[in-house]
């Protein structure tokens, strides 16, 4: 069982509001990823990290921003949230290369 | 650009009997392929993975088939339970991505009892 925890799991805040996304694995995994998924969609990439200091952004196109500044942690902003933006965030993380990527249960975000 | 594509979209199927997806990739410098099954509200779990230097992999009832030189490769769950009803995603990736995986659209499966 993967130890990955994302908070909030459900939020709703209205247009134009500061958001955090919180993402925290206690495996010691060098590689950390959000993922966006909108209902019975698949999954899109929009961030990455293969350790502190380092982020980079997906193959998806988004206007959030994120950071790593502890192995540990790795969370999501949106400086100001927009309706397009309701969807759901899922986090994921890996270690070295070659091996799983576990997930967290997701946080869903829904902007009014 | 969709990297994988993945079908059917949805799936119904019998319990006890063989559910079939198939999942195709364009880009040969993929190297992982592994297959993820997600139940509603929840994160995506590994179900099964494969690299190409091998053409089938088996873990209980679930076996993924590999075809390198069709750029293919198919999920099959045998003796299908209604609690395998969940969507199912493959996935691909190169280990220059650090593995950051490109996932197909996704397989809504039913097993009915």
């Known amino acids: 069982e993967a130890d990955i925890y994302q908070t909030p799991r459900y939020l709703v805040i209205g247009t134009g509001k500061k958001i955090t996304l919180e993402c925290s694995q206690t495996m010691g995994h060098d590689k950390m990823y959000w993922y966006q998924q909108d209902p019975g969609m698949e999954l899109h990439l929009i961030h990455y990290?293969?350790?502190?200091?380092?982020?980079e952004k997906g193959d998806l196109s988004s206007e959030s921003t994120v950071s790593r500044i502890r192995t540990e942690h790795f969370p999501l902003t949106l400086e100001s949230a927009r309706p397009s933006h309701t969807s759901q965030y899922l986090c994921a993380s890996s270690r070295g290369t070659g091996n799983t990527i576990y997930f967290g249960e997701g946080s869903w975000l829904t902007v009014v | 650009q969709q990297q994988v594509k993945q079908s059917p979209q949805s799936l119904i199927v019998q319990k006890g009997g063989i559910s079939i997806i198939n999942c195709a990739y364009e880009n040969t410098a993929f190297d992982y392929f592994p297959w993820y099954q997600q139940f509603p509200g929840k994160g995506p779990a590994l179900l099964i993975a494969?690299?190409?230097?091998?053409s089938e992999k088996k873990e209980g009832r679930f076996t993924i088939s590999f075809n390198k030189s069709a750029k293919q490769f198919s999920l099959h769950i045998m003796d299908s339970q209604p609690g395998d009803s969940a969507t199912y995603f493959c996935?691909?990736?190169?280990?220059?991505?650090?593995?950051?995986?490109?996932f197909g659209k996704g397989t809504s499966l039913l097993v009915t009892p």
């Open positions: 996935a691909a990736a190169r280990q220059g991505s650090g593995y950051a995986l490109n």
């Open positions: 990290s293969y350790g502190v200091n380092s982020t």
């Open positions: 494969i690299r190409p230097d091998v």
